[in-house]
């Protein structure tokens, strides 16, 4: 059995964390309804999941080193910006219950994230690199330009339906607001990792064998850091919305039923 490297012990991490947040996304979107939060919560689930086969992928390369596991293993890296992004887009979707913003705005943005996601596949697809270092071709590098230009938006959107819900807020729309705006330093420094691996040359940001202590700081605990705010306050925002609730009387047994809608 291969030597367990710093790398793999990044990876037994995100083992650790990343099948919790998923539990936590799922009992979060029961809470607050499969139809009105999916598009909020199938994106932790969905970035859980990858994150999940990405760090077995890492740990299967300990005693099987092919170049099949290491393209899974750099997809499954590329490819989480997306859900990341659209997270953020769920969220603003179930802040704005009165529809300030016109849907189709929020859908488009989505698909933009889709666009951005369809790219770097697309890229990474046609990489015809013999190097040990992964360079991103122009493909992946404006992938990433898409997903710094939805952060931008995503900032622009959150301030001005703040401005415009800021006198009639509920508990809950507060508490989904808190999760994007406190979750934004660290995302922004998880775009930050992936804009210098992809428009620099610089080894030390290099995927799959830079500096493990600068992708651990910057990448992995970033990401964890930020998802975990946002399932976070997700939560105690749909354990408000249960506890407000009223209670329904049965008319057969006139016995209370707590939570029943």
Excluded at 59 to 66: A, F, G, K, Y
Excluded at 176 to 191: D, G, K, M, N, T
Excluded at 216 to 243: H, P, Q, R, T, Y
Aim: proline residues 3%.
């Amino acid at each position: 059995m291969g030597a367990v490297t710093y790398r793999d012990s990044i990876a037994i991490l995100q083992l650790v964390v990343f099948p919790v947040l998923l539990v936590c996304a799922l009992i979060t979107w029961k809470r607050t309804g499969w139809k009105a939060a999916g598009k909020t919560w199938r994106f932790v689930i969905s970035l859980s999941l990858i994150r999940i086969i990405g760090s077995i992928c890492t740990l299967i390369t300990i005693d099987h080193p092919t170049e099949n596991i290491y393209i899974a293993e750099a997809v499954c890296e590329l490819i989480g910006i997306a859900p990341l992004m659209l997270i953020y887009v769920g969220l603003l979707r179930q802040i704005d219950t009165e529809q300030r913003m016109h849907p189709k705005f929020l859908s488009l943005v989505a698909l933009t994230c889709f666009v951005g996601l369809i790219l770097g596949i697309a890229g990474i697809s046609i990489t015809d690199d013999n190097s040990d270092t992964f360079h991103a071709n122009s493909i992946v590098k404006a992938a990433m330009a898409v997903f710094l230009a939805i952060f931008v938006v995503d900032i622009a959107i959150t301030s001005w339906l703040y401005s415009q819900l800021r006198s009639r807020l509920s508990s809950f729309q507060k508490k989904l607001f808190l999760a994007i705006v406190l979750s934004w330093p660290f995302l922004l420094i998880r775009l930050i990792y992936s804009a210098i691996s992809d428009f620099t040359d610089n080894s030390r940001f290099a995927i799959l064998v830079g500096d493990p202590t600068i992708y651990l700081c910057m990448d992995v605990l970033e990401e964890i850091i930020a998802v975990s705010l946002c399932v976070g306050f997700g939560m105690s925002a749909a354990l408000e919305i249960k506890a407000n609730q009223p209670p329904v009387y049965s008319e057969a047994r006139k016995d209370l039923r707590p939570g029943e809608v």
